[in-house]
């Protein structure tokens, strides 16, 4: 499906800065931590709560009352009279938010639709699953965040193994990882220059990180909080994460905490709410797709290509590509597969660098996305990122900017 109605008005959009797990965010409820992003970000914006038909929660850990998902986070914000589903789909979370919106803004059903994602991977909520039939009634138990990143209960594998079975397969040297993982540490550092201008364009910053009760600022992040800085020397001294295996934790994502989220809407609302009129975003298609068990980093290929596909373009039409990358061999094997080079994807940064608090990662890729076509005078622009499950999503945008 192509979509005709569907944009985004131009800075509509908004993020709290990452922080890595543990970090200065890991004691915050994470729909609060929306919550307050969310109604600073709209009055920096001048974007009343009436003004909202809708709203879309994507969260992949469940918190405390999160099973009030929508409608409470929509009471949080001043939106008392709006609801809306609460998604939750792994690492395509925000890219199947924002297919969701795009659905209903499509029918006319809405005409204004809010999309808010929000993780907390540190603290993660250790489950206990009653079981009257286990031995002596003993139930089952389950650490939501670790237990799911280390077994696939279909494949019967961890993330890792995903990552090692692709790089076994394509033949991904250790080498090339390394070397791609230090490249997108060095593209990140292009978002810092000049005073965070690049991270300035979305990112609610300076951020003010509030106590546990919300009654008095503890802290001030100025960006991202608890990225390693490193180089070769570091990453050769790396081990592998698997005996036998070449797969560091340099290059590899980590676990974070934050919140991020888009406004989307028809396009007369869009040209109402637009922070430049001279720049309109459009939302064109959608791939998913899935690769064979325990191969999740192929998956972005098939998605590609098919979004692509539906968009009525080729790769050579892409402006700007954004993935989330959790590994470096998820954009290595993305690069040969569809013939470009790794350098030209996830300018300013990615995911592999600056963390993954899952929800939300999608959705601030594709509001980088978006920026760096607007700084590029406009153009297509393709998102792509795997998911649990050896799944992937990908999205098609346009930017036109005069």
Known sequence: MVFDKTYIPYGCYWSSPYSRWQGSLAHLHPMKLAAQTTVKAMAEREIPAEALDGLVLGWTIPSQSSFYGAPWLAGMIGAKGISGPTISQACATAGRCLAAAAFEIESGTYETELIITCDKTSNGPHVYYPNPTGIGGMGEKEDWVWDNFGCDPFAKNSMIETAENVAREAGITREEQDEVALMRHSQYRDALKDDSAFLKRFMTIPFEVMDGRGRKVIKTLNGDEGIISTNKEKMAALRPALPGGTVTPGAQTFPADGTTSILVTNRDRARELTRDDGIE???????????????????????????????????????????HNPFSVNDIYFSRQMGVKVEDMNNYGSSLIYGHPQGPTGAR??????????????????????????????????????
């Open 365 to 402: 890729l594709m509001i980088e996305l978006i920026e760096e076509l607007a700084m590029k005078g406009g153009g297509y622009g393709l998102f792509d990122g795997c998911a649990a499950g050896d799944t992937a999503f990908a999205v098609v945008v346009k930017v036109d900017a005069k």
């Open 281 to 323: 975003v459009k939302v064109i298609s959608f791939g998913q797709t899935r690769a064979k068990i325990g191969y999740m980093a192929q998956a972005t290929v098939p998605s590609a290509k098919i979004a692509l596909e539906r968009a009525g373009i080729g790769i050579g039409d892409i402006k700007v590509i954004k993935t």
